[in-house]
């Protein structure tokens, strides 16, 4: 009985991509910032382009439509041109804040173990000069039921999340330099 | 707040025209139970383990649920001591109290159903069938009726708090969370896939349904008004009970969640789970007056606010 249920749950979410199903009873939430010498405009001239995710070591390519408005959308192809993609949609977007604000609409949580994902890139001044580059995210992690298998937990969820992040900070510090003292 | 319990305790405590309620703000990542004196702003953290999220306050206890360790707790007001712990297998998550009948309601969101507990010693004394991932849970104000959002069912179902028979099951909007009724009896819900919010006689089934911000999480009601908490907006909506029609939105933190109304009606307090803090919203002027840090994670889902 309990195998069937979490068999037609899995169907459904096979079936239904996107769509928001159950999920963990803990919401998770990552934030890292990094620091750079660059000046913000200058960085999120960089990075501030939702349909351009090429400052990330991990993106092959991006596709979407819609540029940096409401609802645009884009799927990044992960690794290759065979790699596995993800598909987001923008909900929020300020050039003046230098900010903006994204959610998951697909992805197999073998790539990325989150459900309910959202997130959002923002740029600010660095006291003593450059920028602060802060990306957050907050989502359930991959397994919806209960008790669920180690990779696909909670900690797992966080792991996953923060090594995106780090790598695409990283870059921009190595693009950038980091700040003189 | 020590010393305004103590001269509770004392029962010298004067009449005062201040709001002295005690907000008690369930912090599912940092795993404590921030306690805030809305007077005087002062704050206590109380360990809590197990990411708490669900919680009902009264004066004989509050109530708290930590899905991750899947147990709940009767806590002292004033001291914090536990004073009974239940583990209930499958996902407990939302909670409400009936002061009345001395039970304790809990939904588990795994298994579609909600369990009945003697508010005394935390014991299950029955269970009810719900929809698919029931969450938030609520009680009318006469006490007749309890209601869960049963969220991936798209339902709420309602109750007879005395029987614990199933009167009615309602369609309202996508993926149901957080609900409340009013004074006048009508039950509000929000509903976080759909962007809007339902508006329902608890018998009769939907009356009409309300936009309003993205991802609206939860509801309170502060002098004929309804303030609903919009997760992915970072706003409060303010709705005319009357009209049914938008007043305001009014900025919050980042990821408004639980929201309750102090005892005076004058103040509606929001947490907002990323930022780690809770804002009060003065009714009045409806804008956000002051805002307290909180533990890491504030999710404060159910009744929050203590009434001194």
């Known amino acids: 009985m309990k195998r069937r249920s979490i068999l037609i749950g899995t169907l459904l979410a096979a079936a239904l991509p996107g769509l928001v199903l159950a999920h963990g009873p803990t919401r998770q939430k990552v934030t890292l910032t990094t620091e750079v010498a660059a000046a913000p405009g200058e960085v999120w ?12 070591p991990a993106a092959f390519a991006t596709t979407g439509d819609g540029g940096n408005e409401i609802d645009a959308t884009r799927v990044i192809t992960l690794g290759s041109a065979d790699g596995p993609t993800i598909a987001e949609i923008l909900y929020k977007f300020s050039d003046e804040k230098m900010s903006y604000s994204y959610r998951i609409t697909e992805v197999d949580v073998e790539v990325l173990p989150v459900t309910n994902y959202s997130s959002h890139l923002t740029v600010k001044p660095r006291d003593g000069g450059g920028a602060l580059v802060e990306w957050r995210g907050a989502f359930y992690r991959g397994y919806p039921n209960n008790d669920p298998p180690e990779h696909l937990n909670d900690a797992a969820s966080i792991a996953a999340v923060s090594a995106v992040y780090q790598a695409g900070l990283d870059a921009l510090v190595e693009r950038f330099g980091a700040p003189g003292s | 707040m020590r010393a305004r319990f103590l ?56 109530f708290t649920v930590s899905p991750d360790t899947k147990e709940v707790r009767r806590l002292d007001p004033v001291s914090g001591a536990e004073q009974a712990r239940a583990t209930l297998e499958g996902g407990p998550n939302g909670i409400a109290l009936d002061q009345l009948r001395r039970r304790v309601f809990v939904s588990d969101w795994y298994n579609a159903r909600i369990w009945v507990l003697r508010a005394e010693d935390l014991s299950v004394v029955g269970e009810l069938e719900t929809g698919a991932a029931p969450a938030g849970l609520a009680l009318s104000p006469d006490g007749r009726y309890l209601a869960s959002a049963d969220r991936d069912a798209d339902q709420v179902s309602i109750f007879d708090a005395e029987t614990l028979m199933q009167l009615a099951r309602h369609r309202v909007g996508l993926r149901p969370f957080g609900l409340a009724f009013a004074d006048d009896g009508r039950l509000f819900v929000g509903n976080v896939g759909s962007d809007d919010m339902s508006v329902l ?31 992915y907006e970072d706003t409060v909506s303010v709705i005319d009970m009357g009209t049914l029609e938008t007043i305001a939105k009014i900025a919050v933190g980042e990821y408004p ?8 009606g004058a103040s509606v307090l929001v947490a907002n789970w990323f930022e780690n803090t809770l804002s009060r919203i003065d009714v009045s002027s409806l804008t956000v007056v002051e805002q307290w840090e909180t533990g890491d994670g504030p999710r404060a889902f159910g009744a929050f606010i203590l009434p001194d």
């Open chain 1, 45 to 56: 001239a960089a990075i501030g382009h939702f349909q351009d995710m090429s400052w990330h």
């Open chain 2, 7 to 62: 001269i509770s305790v004392a029962g010298i405590c004067a009449a005062t025209a201040l709001s002295a309620d005690v907000a008690y703000v369930t912090c599912q990542n940092g795993n404590v139970l921030s306690v805030i004196d809305l007077d005087t702003g002062t704050q206590e953290r109380w360990p809590l383990p197990g990411q708490p999220a669900g919680i009902a306050v009264s004066d004989f206890g509050i």
């Open chain 2, 201 to 231: 006689d608890p018998l009769l089934g939907p009356l009409t349904t309300v936009a309003v911000g993205a991802r609206p999480y939860a509801v309170t009601f502060a002098q004929a008004r309804a303030y609903v908490s919009n997760q």
């Open chain 2, 257 to 264: 969640e639980g929201i309750d109304v102090t005892s005076d």
